[in-house]
């Protein structure tokens, strides 16, 4: 409802404006003389200023809220480029003001930057797939996670790390970049590469595979339920690295696609937060579950 109110206010607005905008290309005059230019444009660069300060800052944290305020920095500099060339068409300078509105690393190109950078933020995501048998036979080989255990690193280190023999760790690094769980960086080491991966579906298999991904989710499951009763048993012992919430709520199945996807976001934000260990991380369980309770349960 609110999203076709919004659009609904977006096409009126847009309507109106047109006959606005005849009105006053008939009725302005070319010239007009008016107080505090000055304030005016220092107060719009200073404006643009903490735009290019915000956005640097919250992109180097990769904060969404870095997708609104690059979009904004970058009307911003197209406004400034305008008003820069049309203000000063009629003096001498008029070509040195095109010049510096086009010219590379000067407003225009910096603007398209900019709007570039939202969009990469705004479509980024891990990429997504289903569980596949290729995958649970990794899963089933603890060399696979051993392997993974100890990434970022070269291949011989990982081999010290393992244990495991170098063609061995080279097969088993082969295996997992066809697969798209891991890819060399640009000094040549091994890292990580993290998946959406969702839950197959026993029903798209047939014979012993069907029976093959049964078992492997009621494995998967039987894990889970293991390891949350680990956890509430040692709840006391995490300090601040631990936290909990559950609630009930209703919501229609749209809102809780909504839900989904937020929290898909949110994920992929920390997950690709940096690629490099960085000093006092820890590695996280991070588990998220919604689904209708038996009636017999209280919420």
């Known amino acids: 409802m609110i999203r076709r109110m919004l659009l609904a206010l977006l096409a009126g607005t847009a309507v109106c404006l047109v006959p606005w905008t005849v009105y006053l290309a008939h009725t302005l005059p070319d010239r007009y003389d008016t107080g505090q230019w000055r304030a005016a444009w220092v107060g719009f660069d200073i404006a643009l200023l903490l735009c290019f300060a915000a956005g640097a800052w919250l992109g180097l944290r990769r904060r969404r809220a870095a997708v609104p305020l690059l979009s904004a920095t970058a009307a911003m500099l197209c406004c400034d480029a305008w008003f820069d060339v049309m203000l000063g068409w009629t003096s001498a300078e008029r070509w040195t003001s095109v010049a510096l509105a086009?010219?590379?690393?000067?407003?225009?190109?910096?603007?398209?930057?900019?709007?570039?950078?939202?969009?990469?933020?705004?479509?980024?995501?891990?990429?997504?797939?289903?569980?596949?048998?290729?995958?649970?036979?990794?899963?089933?080989?603890?060399?696979?996670?051993?392997?993974?255990?100890?990434?970022?690193?070269?291949?011989?280190?990982?081999?010290?790390?393992?244990?495991?023999?170098?063609?061995?760790?080279?097969?088993?690094?082969?295996?997992?970049?066809?697969?798209?769980?891991?890819?060399?960086?640009?000094?040549?080491?091994?890292?990580?590469?993290?998946?959406?991966?969702?839950?197959?579906?026993?029903?798209?298999?047939?014979?012993?595979?069907?029976?093959?991904?049964?078992?492997?989710?009621?494995?998967?499951?039987?894990?889970?339920?293991?390891?949350?009763?680990?956890?509430?048993?040692?709840?006391?012992?995490?300090?601040?690295?631990?936290?909990?919430?559950?609630?009930?709520?209703?919501?229609?199945?749209?809102?809780?696609?909504?839900?989904?996807?937020?929290?898909?976001?949110?994920?992929?934000?920390?997950?690709?937060?940096?690629?490099?260990?960085a000093a006092g991380e820890k590695e996280l369980s991070v588990r998220f579950y919604a689904f209708p309770p038996p009636e017999a349960v209280p919420s």
């Not at 590379?104 to 603007?111: D, L, Q, S, T, W």
């Not at 990794?138 to 996670?145: H, T």
């Not at 026993?202 to 989710?217: H, I």
Request: proline content about 5%.
């Open 102 to 277: 086009l010219a590379v690393f000067v407003e225009i190109p910096v603007a398209v930057v900019l709007a570039l950078a939202a969009r990469r933020l705004l479509s980024k995501t891990m990429p997504r797939r289903s569980v596949t048998l290729n995958d649970i036979a990794m899963r089933e080989d603890p060399r696979y996670q051993r392997v993974m255990g100890e990434l970022p690193a070269g291949a011989e280190d990982v081999a010290r790390g393992t244990g495991l023999g170098r063609a061995e760790v080279a097969a088993c690094l082969k295996t997992l970049q066809d697969n798209g769980f891991v890819r060399r960086d640009r000094k040549g080491n091994w890292i990580s590469i993290p998946q959406d991966l969702r839950e197959p579906k026993p029903d798209d298999y047939e014979g012993a595979d069907r029976e093959r991904v049964t078992a492997f989710l009621d494995a998967k499951y039987a894990n889970e339920v293991a390891l949350l009763s680990w956890a509430a048993e040692h709840r006391d012992e995490f300090g601040p690295w631990s936290t909990a919430q559950r609630t009930s709520t209703r919501l229609t199945e749209e809102e809780f696609r909504e839900l989904d996807a937020e929290y898909r976001e949110l994920i992929t934000r920390y997950c690709q937060r940096r690629r490099r260990p």
